[in-house]
């Protein structure tokens, strides 16, 4: 406990007049994950009078500002960051200490805060929780999706698994696969485009696009080129939408194979340079963590388990 403790011990000290609550430390984690303190406050169960005056409780015995406050919530500072990994340390070593007599599975505890892709939590991830909380049932875990990319270094997230590879912070990165993409339409709407040849260049068909925000997309760029400044007869901002439009027939979308073909649709054609390999990110300061190693390998097995269901 000294020894996970060290940063806030040495802090502490420069202002002694103060006393360090380490219970502090908990209040702290929340606002870092919830975002602001109504949303911390609800899961402490405790009242915002009561939370804020924690915060500044820890902030005056370490000295040091751990949030910016704004309009939109609390944004962890440097220094903030920087005890992330302390302040779950502590965490950790409490639920320990406090189940040391249970088994093994129960001692992976905590909170998990997951970056991913919107298609891979609904059709991938998500399905199979339920054997991982089983087995784990002190362990919590947050799913954020989203097409842009996470700061793992920022502790945006605790883990990614995305298809864009991290380029920098102090993250560890393992690549598990990869994600084939392929263009798809429905059947009704392949009947209605009598004219369809596969080997045109769609100067006929309508497709269903991304929003200008999401043009970095692989699947953006293929439209981008292929249809050479014709616009798109739909665009939306997530995958969701883009499936659900296909479906309705209003024309053709890029889709990961194994959200496409369990839904009916027809893939037009199955290889058109898209795919993109699957990357788990781990801020690494927290890949010793056991509740993170569970997750991992959870991730790590289910990608590898579904490798052809996912790549074609």
């Known amino acids: ?25 908990r209040i702290f984690l929340a606002i870092a994950r919830e975002g602001t303190l109504s949303s911390a406050s609800k899961a402490l169960k405790l009242g ?24 939109l919530g609390f944004k962890l500072t440097d220094e ?16 320990a200490f406090g189940t040391a007599t249970r088994g093994n599975n129960e001692s992976v505890m905590g909170h998990i805060r997951l970056a991913t892709a919107q298609g891979l939590a609904d059709y991938l991830i998500i ?13 919590t875990i947050e799913i954020v999706t989203s097409v842009s990319t996470v700061n793992l270094h920022r502790r945006d997230a605790d883990m990614a698994l995305r298809m864009v590879r991290p380029e920098r912070g102090n993250v560890s990165i393992r690549r598990l696969g990869e994600l084939g993409f392929g263009l798809y339409a429905s059947k009704h709407y392949l009947q209605r485009k009598t004219s369809y040849d596969p ?3 769609f100067e006929h068909d309508d497709f269903i696009g991304w929003s200008e925000t999401q043009q970095h ?3 953006a760029q ?12 739909l665009t939306t901002t997530s995958m969701s939408a883009q499936i659900s439009a296909a479906e309705a027939g209003i024309g053709m979308a890029v889709l990961p194979h194994f959200i496409a073909q369990p839904k009916d649709l027809v893939c037009v054609e199955s290889d058109i340079g898209c795919n993109q390999p699957i990357w788990l990110a ?22 590898i388990e579904h490798d052809k269901l996912l790549s074609s």
């Open 48 to 71: 915002i009078a009561t939370t804020s005056r924690r915060l500044e409780r820890l902030e005056d015995a370490l000295g040091i500002r751990l949030f910016t406050r704004d309009q």
């Open 1 to 25: 406990m000294v020894k996970l403790g060290n940063q806030f011990s040495d802090i502490g000290k420069q202002r002694e007049k103060q006393h360090l609550n380490w219970d502090d430390a």
């Open 199 to 201: 080997s045109s260049t």
């Open 282 to 303: 781990i801020h690494s300061d927290l890949a010793q963590s056991r509740r993170i190693r569970a997750v991992a390998e959870f991730l790590s097995s289910l990608v």
């Open 222 to 233: 293929w439209l981008e080129r292929t249809l050479r400044g014709k616009p798109c007869r």
């Open 127 to 139: 399905p199979a929780l339920p054997a991982l909380m089983e087995s784990h049932p002190n362990l």
């Open 80 to 95: 903030g960051s920087a005890l992330i990994s302390h302040a779950e340390a502590l965490e950790q070593a409490g639920y």
């Open 217 to 219: 997309l692989p699947a």
